[in-house]
């Protein structure tokens, strides 16, 4: 267990239970990214602390670009912790970044690691996030996307007009009832919907209105998804469309950081994704990102609904009084 590094999104933690001096350790590999990584750390006058990737074939032909931040806490020491500047390094080997902090402390240590970003080094580098390939449009490899996309971007034989916010566009009706039983209860019943073959979507502008119907015909580009994937979640929740929830919640949980955090919270809260208020309550408590946050916290609990706001108390005496 001392090796195991424990993950969530962009952050990575190794507890380690005993470090003695003039010693060494290496933790199990953990991955973030696209990368497998290690850390290791060696115990002399200073704590010296390295982060590398895995050496693979993908670490040799797209070696990691990182942006990061570290920080170090001895649990001996009442809990202080040293954190890093902002690292911005290309990684290759164990060499690459050393991080030496001035601690005369042995025991128990804990080493958290947020990636900022990750960029593939070479030609053209570039983030790996947004990195889900669920979103990427397949059309060039799958002739029946190819026939879908064209549906829709010509409007062959649609059957229906949906109107936005600010402006509006032409579906099929078979299309959307077959990806939504709210659809498919709007066409198949004596609604005026049924009867106009018109829909109005005006909680949803016209960008993330095809957006949507993009992801039903299965033709969704991947920066799409991730420009409009809180509208998405909240189509998702009103018509119903189960699939769509769940690429949301995990792109969400992905993407957690310390800038957007608590709304990810609120947005948990409020479409019921456990998995992802779980999520942020292990970033802030157990990872100790509270400390990061603080400045808006004030805010936060004047606007936030009373039970979350209990929750994440009682989240607070479970990490001070662990069982």
């Known amino acids: 267990m001392d090796d195991k590094v424990e993950t969530l999104g962009r952050l990575a933690r190794w507890k380690i239970d005993n470090l003695g001096p003039s010693s060494y350790k290496k933790s199990d590999p953990f991955k973030v990214g696209i990368w497998n990584w290690y850390f290791s750390v060696v115990r002399n006058r200073y704590?010296?602390?390295?982060?590398?990737?895995?050496?693979?074939?993908?670490?040799?032909?797209?070696p990691p670009f990182a942006r990061f931040i570290l920080r170090v806490s001895n649990a001996s020491s009442s809990r202080s912790f040293h954190i890093s500047p902002v690292q911005e390094k290309l990684l290759r080997t164990e060499d690459d970044f050393i991080w030496s902090v001035d601690t005369p402390s042995v025991g128990r240590y804990i080493i958290d690691v947020e990636f900022l970003d990750l960029k593939i080094n070479g030609e053209e580098t570039s983030s790996v996030w947004p990195s889900d390939e669920v979103y990427q449009t397949i059309g060039i490899q799958s002739s029946t996307i190819c026939c879908l996309s064209r549906m829709l971007d010509e409007a062959i034989h649609a059957d229906l007009t949906i109107i936005t916010a600010d402006g509006s566009l032409r579906a099929h009706k078979a299309v959307l009832s077959s990806s939504s039983p709210v659809f498919r209860s709007m066409f198949h019943h004596n609604l005026k919907e049924k009867e106009s073959s018109t829909i109005h979507v005006e909680d949803m502008s016209l960008e993330s209105c095809t957006a949507l119907i993009s992801f039903l015909y299965g033709t969704i580009k991947q920066q799409d998804f991730w420009k409009h994937r809180l509208a998405l979640l909240g189509a998702a929740n009103k018509y119903d469309i189960d699939g769509l929830k769940d690429i949301?919640?995990?792109?969400?949980?992905?993407?957690?950081?310390?800038r957007n955090v608590l709304d990810m919270l609120n947005e948990a809260w409020f479409y019921e994704l456990l998995k992802l208020k779980k999520g942020c309550l292990?970033?802030?408590?157990?990872?100790?990102?509270?400390?990061?946050?603080?400045?808006?916290?004030?805010?936060?609990?004047?606007?936030?609904?009373?039970?979350?706001v209990i929750e994440m108390f009682q989240e607070v005496l479970s990490v001070s009084n662990p069982v």
Do not use: M, T, W
């Open 282 to 308: 292990v970033f802030l408590f157990e990872f100790g990102k509270i400390h990061d946050v603080k400045d808006k916290l004030n805010n936060f609990f004047q606007h936030a609904d009373r039970e979350l």
């Open 248 to 258: 949301c919640e995990e792109s969400l949980l992905e993407d957690l950081n310390s």
């Open 47 to 62: 704590l010296y602390i390295h982060i590398f990737p895995e050496p693979s074939s993908v670490s040799k032909d797209q």
